[in-house]
């Protein structure tokens, strides 16, 4: 892993989109993570933008079961790393 003065090299040009942005600003807000599916379709943001981020390192994805009633379900949480709340300072 970059020492903080390398990560402040390799963010000094990087940008996020707005929509990128508000993905990882959602996420920070949530110490537990939040359920892909209700990114995608609660808030609208597309499977494209989330797998970016987590290529960038931004995001992570964990596959968690959830019971919903009697029966388990598998689940994507997604959470927000380090890196990703790094980005949001820049």
Known sequence: MPESSQWACLLENFHLSERARRVLEL????????????????????RRTLMALERHGLLATEPVMMMAGDRAIAVVRVRITSAGRRALKW
Do not use: K, Q, T, Y
Not at 27 to 44: F, K, W
């Open 27 to 46: 996420l920070a807000h949530d110490p537990h993570g939040i359920n892909e599916e209700l990114l995608v379709h609660g808030h609208g943001f597309s």
